[in-house]
C-alpha cells in the first residue's frame, strides 16, 4: 500500500534558526497536505498543494511540492517559539483517504 | 458552524470494558474519517466513513474495533474487550468530498485502559 515517510523525525533548533522536514510518497499523489500539532492538541490545516512544481508560502512558511508529485517540504525561516509541535505530512491519492506521515516533531530553544 | 465535535474528551475503561467513541462531524460534511494516535507516534488512518457506508477499513484491526457512521447521528467507533494496549488519542475528521480536500479534526478522545 501507499507509504509517506517523513524526516527528520525530530527537530531541536535554536530561536531564529531555520527549520526544514522532507515528506516523500512510494506512490504519485494527487495532492498534498500539511498539518501543525501543538502539544496536546489536534492536527489544524496549513495548506494543500496541487500542482507539479507547486510553491506556496505563508508568512514564515514556505511549502514545496516536488515536480514528480512524490515528494514535498515544509521549510519555516527564523523559528519562533511558537513554532512548536509536530508537521505532518498527508499525502492524498485519487483513492478517497489520506496517508499521513509519521511527523516531525520540532522544538525552538529561546 | 461548529467544528468537529468529538466527545468524551477523555475515556477511561478498565480491561475487558468496552469503549464508544462519538464523532460529529461538521455540517455540511458526509465523510468522515478516523485515526489513532499512540504517545510520541504518527496518525494512523484506521477507517473512512460516509453516510450509513465504510468506504475504507484498510487500517482498522480485524477484531475488536468497529465504526459506524449511521444516517442520523454522530460517527461512532466502537472497541470492545479493551486491552492495555488501546490507550491512545483517537482522532475524527471530516470533509465535505473525498479526501481531496482539506480535514477538519476534531480535539480528539484521549482514551486510557487500566
Known amino acids: 500500500g501507499q507509504q509517506v515517510m517523513q524526516i527528520p523525525q525530530y527537530q531541536h533548533v535554536q530561536e531564529g534558526e531555520d527549520f526544514t522536514t522532507y515528506c516523500n510518497s512510494s506512490?504519485?499523489?494527487?495532492?498534498i497536505q500539511w498539518y501543525k500539532q501543538r502539544p496536546g492538541g489536534h492536527p489544524v490545516f496549513l495548506i494543500q498543494?496541487?500542482?507539479?512544481?507547486e510553491v506556496k508560502k505563508q508568512k514564515r512558511l514556505t511549502f514545496q511540492f516536488g515536480e514528480a508529485k512524490k515528494n514535498s517540504s515544509l521549510h519555516i525561516t527564523a523559528t519562533q517559539t511558537t513554532d512548536v509541535g509536530t508537521y505532518f505530512c498527508?499525502?492524498?491519492?485519487?483513492?478517497?483517504?489520506?496517508?499521513f506521515g509519521d511527523g516531525t516533531t520540532l522544538t525552538v530553544k529561546p | 458552524n461548529a467544528g468537529v465535535m468529538q466527545n468524551p474528551r477523555h475515556l477511561v475503561r478498565r480491561r475487558g470494558q468496552e469503549a464508544r467513541l462519538r464523532c460529529s462531524p461538521m455540517?455540511?460534511?458526509?465523510?468522515v474519517y478516523w485515526y489513532r494516535q499512540l504517545p510520541e507516534e504518527g496518525l494512523k488512518f484506521m477507517v473512512y466513513?460516509?453516510?450509513?457506508?465504510?468506504?475504507?477499513e484498510s487500517g482498522m484491526p480485524k477484531e475488536r474495533f468497529s465504526a459506524e457512521f449511521p444516517k442520523e447521528g454522530p460517527s461512532i467507533l466502537r472497541i470492545q474487550q479493551v486491552v492495555r494496549g488501546d490507550s491512545a488519542a483517537y482522532f475524527c475528521?471530516?470533509?465535505?468530498?473525498?479526501?481531496?480536500?482539506?480535514?477538519?479534526f476534531g480535539q480528539g478522545t484521549r482514551l486510557t485502559v487500566v
Open positions: 498543494l496541487v500542482k507539479s512544481g
Open positions: 466513513l460516509q453516510k450509513e457506508n465504510i468506504i475504507d
Open positions: 475528521a471530516s470533509s465535505p468530498y473525498t479526501g481531496n480536500t482539506e480535514a477538519f
Open positions: 498527508a499525502g492524498n491519492t485519487n483513492a478517497g483517504k489520506s496517508t
Open positions: 455540517k455540511g460534511h458526509s465523510h
Open positions: 506512490t504519485t499523489l494527487s495532492n
